[in-house]
């Protein structure tokens, strides 16, 4: 037997594409895994870890800025002014009058806009929810959508005519909110998120509640039904006045750097500014007083008895709205843009236009919680 001597082959030098395909010509020996590896999350934190993928949600809808700061200017001009210079036997300047419903479309128009977009994102993410949620999202935005566009482009008088219409748009809005606080429920883990999502369903059921008592024939004509309602709508209005409160400590940025020092140091300043108008308000007539806050935030419950108890959550409210609108991320300010809708909406709101803000507002508040978790999940 005759032996020959082979040379060794030279190693080939891999291409890039077989580096990340593996594609090697001897077979690498599997990696024992360490004991220091980290154990498999958790089914919840696997879904918060995987919100990472879906930047959409973290991203302000088109329009949203607009729409909200459309909703407060009418809010101030047509609910705010007017009847404070009414009161003083002095009318709105013309320009401002001119400017009150033009404020109105503008807010509608662009909520229209931001809300599709929102809702769209929502029911397109992979994962968030199952697939029937998804199309009762969708088919009640599409009811309040097409509810809110009605009542615009419509001649005035044609749609308050109606008032089954408005019902229907308010039952669609509490459906709606619900089914979007349970969807953000199943994914978010925190404490404040959860907590923020509960309150606004708690609004948005305790409101509900009191509108099938108030108009159902049978139920309306029990004997308890008038102390019912009252106490639904209390709890309502509850729940309503500490949604900005919770959702405080999760849109605001709490970060130890300047710009998020900066956003809280703006919203301190709102919050003392809020609470001197509280103070000059004291001197307006009692009348007065309870027409701008029902007009306004359409709060009543409380109005006679403790109507400055008020002063507090409304300019924690205000604090916390400002505080994330002048953050620089947009997780924050897609927060705090809700905050101001929500004030804009108002609790219960039985108009076109309120509703549209409501929903709009439940719509980015559930966007900026599963969008700061996910964030939070990234962290190291």
């Given at each position: 037997?005759?032996?020959?001597?082979?040379?060794?082959?030279?190693?080939?030098?891999?291409?890039?594409?077989?580096?990340?395909?593996?594609?090697?010509?001897?077979?690498?020996?599997?990696?024992?895994?360490?004991?220091?590896?980290?154990?498999?999350?958790?089914?919840?934190?696997?879904?918060?870890?995987?919100?990472?993928?879906?930047?959409?949600?973290?991203?302000?809808?088109?329009?949203?800025?607009?729409?909200?700061?459309?909703?407060?200017?009418?809010?101030?001009?047509?609910?705010?002014?007017?009847?404070?210079?009414?009161?003083?036997?002095?009318?709105?300047?013309?320009?401002?009058?001119?400017?009150?419903?033009?404020?109105?479309?503008?807010?509608?128009?662009?909520?229209?806009?931001?809300?599709?977009?929102?809702?769209?994102?929502?029911?397109?993410?992979?994962?968030?929810?199952?697939?029937?949620?998804r199309i009762v999202v969708a088919t009640l935005a599409g009811i309040l959508l097409t509810t809110v566009a009605a009542a615009t482009f419509l001649p005035n008088g044609h749609?308050?005519?109606?008032?089954?219409?408005?019902?229907?748009?308010?039952?669609?809005?509490?459906?709606?909110?619900?089914?979007?606080?349970?969807?953000?429920?199943?994914?978010?883990?925190?404490?404040?998120?959860?907590?923020?999502?509960?309150?606004?369903?708690?609004?948005?059921?305790?409101?509900?509640?009191?509108?099938?008592?108030?108009?159902?024939?049978?139920?309306?004509?029990?004997?308890?039904?008038?102390?019912?309602?009252?106490?639904?709508?209390?709890?309502?209005?509850?729940a309503y006045l500490l949604v900005p409160i919770a959702a405080a400590f999760v849109i605001c940025p709490w970060d130890d750097d300047a710009s998020s020092r900066s956003a809280?140091?703006?919203?301190?300043?709102?919050?003392?500014?809020?609470a001197v108008l509280f103070t000059a308000s004291t001197r307006l007539p009692s009348a007065v007083y309870t027409h701008v806050m029902y007009s306004t935030l359409r709060l009543?419950?409380?109005?006679?008895?403790?109507?400055?108890?008020?002063?507090?959550?409304?300019?924690?409210?205000?604090?916390?709205?400002?505080?994330?609108?002048?953050?620089?991320?947009?997780?924050?300010?897609?927060?705090?843009?809700?905050?101001?809708?929500?004030?804009?909406?108002?609790?219960?709101?039985?108009?076109?236009?309120?509703?549209?803000?409501?929903?709009?507002?439940?719509?980015?508040?559930?966007?900026?919680?599963?969008?700061?978790?996910?964030?939070?999940?990234?962290?190291?």
């Open positions: 037997m005759r032996l020959t001597w082979e040379p060794p082959r030279k190693s080939r030098k891999l291409t890039r594409s077989e580096m990340s395909l593996g594609d090697v010509d001897s077979p690498q020996p599997e990696r024992a895994s360490a004991p220091s590896d980290p154990p498999p999350a958790s089914d919840s934190s696997a879904r918060v870890a995987a919100l990472g993928r879906w930047p959409a949600l973290s991203r302000v809808p088109p329009l949203t800025h607009l729409a909200a700061g459309a909703a407060i200017c009418h809010a101030v001009l047509y609910r705010l002014l007017l009847p404070l210079l009414a009161a003083r036997g002095l009318g709105l300047p013309v320009p401002l009058r001119l400017a009150a419903p033009f404020s109105l479309k503008l807010a509608a128009c662009a909520g229209m806009v931001a809300l599709l977009v929102g809702t769209l994102e929502l029911v397109r993410t992979n994962g968030l929810t199952y697939l029937g949620r749609f308050a005519a109606q008032p089954q219409l408005v019902l229907l748009a308010a039952g669609a809005l509490h459906t709606f909110v619900v089914q979007l606080s349970m969807t953000t429920l199943r994914m978010d883990d925190t404490l404040a998120g959860r907590t923020t999502v509960g309150l606004v369903a708690a609004a948005s059921l305790f409101a509900l509640a009191s509108l099938i008592v108030r108009h159902a024939e049978p139920v309306s004509q029990w004997p308890f039904a008038t102390e019912g309602v009252a106490s639904l709508h209390a709890l309502g209005e509850l809280r140091r703006a919203g301190a300043i709102a919050v003392f500014c809020m009543e419950w409380a109005l006679d008895s403790a109507s400055l108890g008020y002063a507090v959550p409304v300019s924690l409210a205000v604090g916390a709205a400002t505080s994330a609108l002048v953050s620089r991320d947009q997780r924050h300010r897609q927060g705090g843009a809700a905050l101001w809708l929500w004030l804009a909406g108002g609790y219960n709101p039985l108009t076109p236009a309120r509703v549209l803000w409501s929903a709009l507002a439940a719509t980015l508040v559930c966007r900026a919680i599963l969008g700061v978790g996910a964030a939070r999940s990234k962290k190291p």
